[in-house]
């Protein structure tokens, strides 16, 4: 597709191109605009209906949104600007550049401005912040044909009309209806009595990550944001939430894997801002792991009484982490999803015991075995090794379920107590049970 309309654009085939662009989804045209070069796309996209043109210039990236702004007319700006929902044009504003944004808040009408700016003082990981105002709101007294009218003669600029809030004159939030449950009731039926008053409703500042949890978990398309006087002051919907649940768990990985969040995808992310993010957390664990190099060399006697010892460091350091990892990395999931809460610590401990035991008792047996079969090593030096695996086993399981947890209480994030964390912790406390199983079964002097 990107080959065809280039060679259309480079063919001025105009008409071609449009045609084939009306007939996509406006999220494909978004990436199709990515690939494109600068004047291709510009040019691309002004060959959009002007709702089209909308649509699409909230799937592109901002560093192209804001090439299109700049490169706009008053009229063009003003035309898209006047066709994107309100929540879309908040994000853009806090995507763009200062002078762009003033650009932007002199082409939108007064109200609109004042919106928009009531929405950007809202904190950025609120409820309030993400919401849009676009709503259609009903009254107790209509009837069905009342609000059917209503949602024909406003629903054109609300960005959902499948929900519907009702409220009073203070705009205090009284009952939700559906659209299904009023096209199955009489046209004579009143409002009151069709609407669902056992409301599922967020609070401004409510974390969105919370907000958007709530939609999977009660299967909302929408949801109301309320202030603390019950007003209904806008709705946050589904897309919106995919959208933050996508950059929670963006967010999560890299901190699991310390690297510090960021904004911009990975291909448009500089070399310089990528060293930045990852350098600080790579210094803090080399020297956070200078004290499994201090243990060691504490015990530089026993290995040299035994360096057969020496051979095995690896495998048990390595085992830990990934044993820490695991436990780690399925409490941290089950805390973001609200599967597991702070009070559960003791019962997450205890299972995480059990089946550390199990699987150091399976990975004891076969590390015994393999020294003894395939390595040659006597049966004292199997001991040493298998029990000290069968230990790290439990204290790194033990570790990688507490930690995310104790951090969860410490209002920390969990996904900073993950793999690099626990691996060093991990490390260090296995080899201080190693050298001392192997001073004790192997009669060293320590």
């Known amino acids: 597709m990107i080959e065809t309309v280039t060679q259309l654009l480079e063919e001025k085939k105009y008409a071609q191109t449009r045609e084939i662009l009306c007939d996509m989804n406006p999220a494909d045209i978004g990436e199709l605009f990515n690939e494109l070069d600068e004047k291709q796309f510009m040019l691309a996209f002004r060959l959009l209906p002007k709702e089209m043109a909308a649509e699409v210039f909230v799937e592109i990236d901002p560093d192209l ?62 409820a309030g912040s993400l919401m849009t105002i676009e709503y259609v709101s009903l009254r107790t007294g209509m009837t069905v044909e009342d609000a059917f009218l209503r949602i024909r003669r406003t629903g054109i600029d609300k960005e959902t009309i499948y929900t519907c809030y009702v409220t009073d004159d203070n705009r205090r939030l009284l009952g939700v209806v559906t659209v299904k449950s ?19 409703c967020a ?23 309320v202030d603390s006087e019950n007003r209904l002051v806008g709705i946050v919907t589904f897309d919106d939430a995919i959208d933050v649940l996508e950059e929670e768990a ?24 990528t060293w930045l993010r990852r350098i600080p957390w790579l210094l803090l664990l080399m020297i956070s792991a200078t004290f499994t190099g201090k243990i ?8 040299a009484a035994q360096v057969a010892l020496t051979a095995f460091i690896p495998m048990l350091m390595d085992t830990g982490g990934n044993c820490g990892s695991q436990a780690s990395v399925s409490v941290i999931r089950g805390l973001s999803l609200g599967e597991i809460k702070i009070g559960d610590i003791f019962a997450v401990i205890w299972k995480e015991i059990r089946v550390a035991f199990l699987c150091g008792v399976v990975l004891g047996v076969a590390t015994f075995g393999k020294i003894i079969l395939l390595d040659g090593y006597g049966v ?8 000290t695996l069968v230990a790290t086993v439990l204290i790194a399981k033990v570790v990688g379920c507490s930690l995310p947890i104790l951090a969860k209480c ?23 049970i190693y050298f001392q199983i192997a001073a004790n079964l192997l009669n060293l002097n320590i």
């Open 65 to 126: 949104q804001e090439q299109l702004i700049v490169g706009f007319s008053d009229n063009e700006l003003r035309e898209v600007l006047d066709e994107l929902f309100l929540d879309d044009t908040v994000d853009l504003i806090e995507e763009m550049p200062a002078n762009v944004v003033k650009r932007i808040l002199s082409h939108t009408d007064p109200d609109t401005r004042k919106v928009i700016n009531s929405i950007l003082k809202y904190p950025k990981e609120s």
């Open 182 to 200: 009023l096209l199955l009731s009489d046209k004579e039926d009143i409002i009151d009595d069709i609407m669902e008053d056992n409301i599922i």
């Open 203 to 225: 609070l401004t500042n409510d974390d969105k990550e919370s907000v958007a949890q709530k939609f999977s978990h009660y299967g909302l398309i929408a949801l109301p944001v």
């Open 250 to 273: 963006t967010e999560d990985i890299e901190k699991m894997a310390a690297i510090t969040p960021g904004d911009k995808p990975y291909i448009k992310t500089g070399v310089f801002e």
């Open 296 to 303: 060691i060399g504490a015990f530089e006697d026993a290995l």
């Open 380 to 387: 004292q030096l199997a001991m040493v090794v298998s029990i």
């Open 410 to 432: 410490a209002r920390l994030d969990p996904a900073v107590m993950a793999s690099p964390f626990i691996t060093t912790i991990v490390d260090a406390l296995a080899l201080v």
